[in-house]
Nanobody, 123 residues
Framework: QAQLVESGGGLVQAGGSLRLSCAVS????????MGWYRQAPGKQRDEREM??????????NYPASTKGRFTISTDNAKNTIFLDMNNLKPEDTAVYYC??????????????WGQGTLVTVSS
């Protein structure tokens, strides 16, 4: 089963930038969607917010809160998912998780999450 390992989190001042990386170990299933999500302090797991997704075809999607500031990308082999975050704001403070989605042998849509990396934006 594929595993995800995030890195790149840390403390940054408002207006600064960070790049998050998510290393994806080999999966025998074809991944159709990769994404970054965040869980703000005090929020529950089911309140995680999508911040960026990218499909196997390269289509990206961002919510209004991150559009124009965040950029999701992958390396050519799709072994690493990147999230470039610019003009960071204190409200971007959260634990950031990467996630992959794929269909198993029974065409069930499954997902795997990483362990998360903390991003703290100071004002």
């Amino acid at each position: 089963q594929a595993q995800l390992v995030e890195s790149g989190g840390g403390l940054v001042q408002a207006g600064g930038s960070l790049r998050l990386s998510c290393a994806v170990s080999k999966s025998r299933f074809s991944i159709h969607t990769m994404g970054w999500y965040r869980q703000a302090p005090g929020k529950q797991r089911d309140e995680r917010e999508m911040v960026a997704t990218i499909t196997s075809g390269g289509s990206t999607n961002y919510p209004a809160s991150t559009k124009g500031r965040f950029t999701i990308s992958t390396d050519n082999a799709k072994n690493t998912i990147f999230l470039d975050m610019n003009n960071l704001k204190p409200e971007d403070t959260a634990v950031y998780y990467c996630k992959i989605e794929f269909l198993d042998d029974y065409k069930l849509n499954l997902e795997i999450w990483g362990q998360g990396t903390l991003v703290t934006v100071s004002s």
